[in-house]
């Protein structure tokens, strides 16, 4: 079992900066990838980037090139760097991790979710 709380968020002007944090606790060990999600009102919830074991990394495109997720494996956080922020990056984000199971497929769990606004 895994737990993940996110921090972070706020209200940052068209052009700024936030960083999210996410930290995990419990069943650390055995996460095999971390991610970003967001999800704005009405619209369904979308991936923005992921780390995997390893170390490497995706983005949607939408922020690729604005964005930078990265991990502190000792700290058991997961950070997204969001730079040159949109109005349109408006959304609640949700960090997520992945759990590897016997059967080679995947649990997922969930962080409560921060809020980020962008204004114009």
């Known amino acids: 079992q895994v737990q993940l709380v996110e921090s972070g968020g706020g209200l940052v002007q068209a052009g700024g900066s936030l960083r999210l944090s996410c930290a995990a606790s419990?069943?650390?060990?055995?996460?095999?990838?971390d991610g970003w999600y967001r999800q704005a009102p009405g619209k369904q919830r979308e991936l923005v980037a992921t780390?995997?074991?390893?170390?490497?990394?995706g983005y949607a495109d939408s922020v690729k090139g604005r964005f930078t997720i990265s991990k502190d494996n000792a700290k058991n956080t997961v950070y997204l760097q969001m730079n040159s922020l949109k109005p349109e990056d408006t959304g609640v984000y949700y960090c997520?991790?992945?759990?590897?199971?016997?059967?080679?497929?995947?649990?997922?769990?969930w962080g409560q979710g921060t809020q980020v606004t962008v204004s114009s």
């Open positions: 997520n991790a992945k759990i590897a199971t016997a059967t080679l497929g995947t649990d997922d769990y």
């Open positions: 419990g069943s650390t060990f055995s996460i095999t990838a």
């Open positions: 780390i995997r074991r390893g170390g490497s990394t």
